[in-house]
């Protein structure tokens, strides 16, 4: 019982089909408070079709979907959920104060309006048309929409595409906040990065299913390797020869090697070139674990997410 | 568990307001459909109509109040819910906390205001322009026909914009609209139009509004209203069941 209690959102074993494609293929996911989740997948893993079950959009074939202990479909669950889309179609020639006025008022306790521009960065936009704003302007409005209504569960589909690098710190200082406030926040991405400097939890979809979770440490657990890269004259396919050696790339004068245990190759490059400059060791990144565990979980000619 | 009181009063006007302002501040459906019943009723009822000791000036008073009762109604309606269909609002609104039925009641507040604004713009012209005198009964029964007409035709409208893209969405209205309007002796009596289509006028929605809308000015067909509110009635219910599967489906 604890458990469930402490548990806002979840989907358990749910599959959704549409016509000939299982999108989702008995996926589980659980969002507790003060916790970020970050779904990963490349695209068409599921990871919308995910959303849109949580958000009540769709209902599964199979399996239970549940937020804040009844279903999304039901209003006043919905009254503790806040939403950013990748699309929101949002109206155009209403001002941004209009548009925060107007979904303000479905919640029972909003944020005030200075709470919303402050953590969105809508500052000098509040008197401005929706379709007057760029791009990224327009993603602060939706991200502000999102929190408004100081909403204990956050949904946002892929909420930094299309921001630029000021108004990512924003949305990000301010995700922070809320986790550590006690917000239960689910976050696709393709910015592999964002997951890394932001999740808690890690889930790596594929094929519907979700085929690694938990830490970003644990994550990045799953590769063990290592990437050596250096300025060096050795050939390529002599490289490729050595135990330990995964792969070995060349990019004019350097050359980038993925192994499995650096100590023993540095020390025979730095035996066989003595010329070898810049020399530098890196853990795998959360970039390099996705792909690992996306190319060994499908066939190897699948298309490789494109921020990655 | 969380019971915070929660009145949804609030957000259905600003709901409302909002859909309002939202379709008076687009150019490309406040314009024609507040000025082209009005601009037609100048010319062919004031201008053209004072010829006839003011019989085209009664008549064309009902049925271009009509007229702008179908045009906001199947554009606000029809090209609206099309629109916001294919850009995702709908879908956005029902992840919110959006109170039921907001959505609908906001644009069916929004096409009666504009009605009542039509009507209204109408009735001015008709005193001020065409000398035309009816009692303060009649004016108000004239206006309340006219927002009441709304409710078929954003029925229809609805489930048109339930079926339809937003791209085609304005061609297809158009296309149900103007054929329309003209079938059921809106622009002209149905008396100048050929034989048959003068006899199918029935079967048109717009011409039993029409007829409702003319008994007030004394110009109607003679039938009885009570049949001409009964068919309104039932193609409300028709196609707003219609719409109400077909948006309930998609989700």
Redesign the interface.
């Known amino acids: 019982m604890e458990a469930s209690m402490a548990t806002l959102a979840r989907l358990q074993g749910v599959r959704k089909r549409y016509g000939a494609v299982q999108a989702l293929d008995g996926l589980d996911l659980t969002l507790v408070p003060g916790q970020l989740l970050a779904l990963l997948g490349p695209n068409g893993a599921g990871k919308t079709t995910a959303i849109q079950l949580l958000l009540g959009l769709q209902t599964p074939d199979q399996g239970q979907v549940a937020l804040f202990g009844r279903s999304p479909r039901e209003l006043a669950a919905r009254r503790g959920l806040g939403v950013m889309l990748q699309s929101a179609g949002i109206a155009d020639n209403l001002r941004v104060d209009e548009l925060l006025a107007l979904t303000r008022s479905y919640y029972p306790q909003p944020r005030s309006v200075a709470d919303c521009v402050a953590m969105a960065g809508l500052n000098g936009l509040l008197d401005r048309r929706y379709g007057r704003l760029s791009g990224g302007q327009q993603r602060r409005v939706q991200f502000a929409l999102a929190i408004c209504g100081r909403p204990r569960v956050l949904v946002l589909d892929e909420p930094t595409t299309g921001l630029d690098i000021e108004a990512r710190q924003i949305l990000w200082a301010t995700l922070r906040e809320l986790v550590a406030e006690g917000c239960a926040v689910l976050l696709t991405t393709h910015y592999l990065e964002e997951a890394e400097a932001l999740a808690d939890r890690v889930s790596v979809i594929l094929g519907g299913r979700c085929i690694a979770e938990g830490s970003v440490a644990q994550i990045r657990a799953h590769v063990a390797q290592r990437r050596v890269r250096c300025v060096s004259v050795l050939p390529v396919d002599e490289i490729t020869q050595w135990p330990q050696v995964r792969q070995v790339r060349r990019d004019g004068d350097r050359l980038e090697i993925v192994v499995d245990e650096a100590e023993d190759v540095v020390r025979r490059l730095l035996a066989d070139d003595p010329s070898l400059s810049e020399l530098e060791v890196s853990r795998a990144g959360l970039a390099d674990a996705f792909l690992a565990l996306t190319q060994d979980a499908d066939n190897p000619a699948r298309t490789l997410p494109e921020a990655a | 568990?969380?019971t915070?009181?929660?009145s949804p009063l609030?957000?259905y006007v600003?709901?409302a307001r909002?859909e309002f302002?939202?379709l008076l501040?687009?150019p490309s459906f406040s314009v024609p459909t507040l000025l082209f019943p009005a601009l037609f009723y100048l010319l062919f009822g004031v201008l053209m109509g004072s010829r006839d000791h003011g019989g085209a000036s009664h008549y064309l008073l009902a049925t271009y109040g009509v007229f702008g009762v179908m045009g906001v109604s199947l554009f606000g309606f029809g090209v609206s819910v099309a629109?916001?269909r294919?850009?995702?609002?709908?879908?956005?609104k029902?992840?919110?906390?959006?109170?039921?039925g907001a959505y609908l009641l906001a644009k069916m507040a929004m096409a009666m205001i504009f009605s009542a604004i039509i009507s209204l713009l109408l009735a001015s012209l008709a005193i001020s322009l065409a000398g035309v005198s009816l009692s303060a009964g009649q004016w108000a029964l004239l206006w309340i026909t006219n927002v009441l007409g709304v409710l078929p035709f954003a029925a229809l409208g609805l489930w048109l914009g339930s079926l339809i893209g937003g791209q085609g969405a304005p061609a297809v209205v158009n296309l149900v609209y103007l054929p329309m309007a003209f079938l059921s002796g809106l622009w002209l009596p149905l008396s100048l139009l050929p034989g048959t289509l003068a006899q199918a006028a029935p079967i048109w929605p717009s011409y039993h509004l029409a007829q409702i809308a003319l008994r007030v000015v004394g110009k109607d067909d003679g039938h009885a209203i009570g049949m001409h509110v009964a068919v309104l009635a039932l193609v409300t219910v028709i196609f707003a069941t219609l719409a109400w599967r077909r948006l309930a489906r998609r989700?």
């Open positions: 568990m969380n915070i009181a929660y609030r957000a600003l709901e909002y302002l939202r501040r687009s629109l916001d294919e850009r995702g609002l709908l879908t956005w029902r992840a919110l906390p959006m109170p039921t989700s």
